[in-house]
Nanobody
């Protein structure tokens, strides 16, 4: 499975961005798709995920109410809408795909099998 993330950029605090991730998987709908981010000097952290096969969506507490994950199984894409951005949201954002994930493993990077190259989001205050 190959993942290609796009949509990052520079935005002022309070602004919005939309990230997209295109996947090559033939059975895309069965994959759980996650977004993680990594700021300089920090560990990669969970942001949001959409469980496969029509499952639930999940969010980190820090982004609830501001970010929205969505997927289009017909187009093999997953998107992350980032609203009301804060300087603390500045990071490289990665999309990831995992097969047969159970709910308890969704927030853990180690559970995902495939990763995109990352896209930079910079929020200026």
């Amino acid at each position: 499975v190959q993942l290609q993330a796009s949509g990052g950029g520079l935005v002022q605090a309070g602004g919005s961005l939309r990230l997209s991730c295109a996947a090559s998987a033939r059975t895309f709908r069965s994959y759980s798709m996650g977004w993680f981010r990594q700021a300089p000097g920090q560990e990669r952290e969970f942001v949001a995920a959409s469980k496969g096969n029509g499952g639930s969506t999940y969010y980190a507490d820090s982004v609830k109410g501001r970010f929205t994950i969505s997927r289009d199984n017909a187009k093999n894409t997953v998107s992350l809408q980032l609203n009301n951005l804060e300087s603390e949201d500045t990071a490289v954002y990665y999309c990831a795909a995992g097969n047969r994930l159970i709910s308890s493993t969704i927030p853990y990077a180690s559970a995902y099998d495939y990763w995109g190259q990352g896209t930079q989001v910079t929020v200026s205050s």
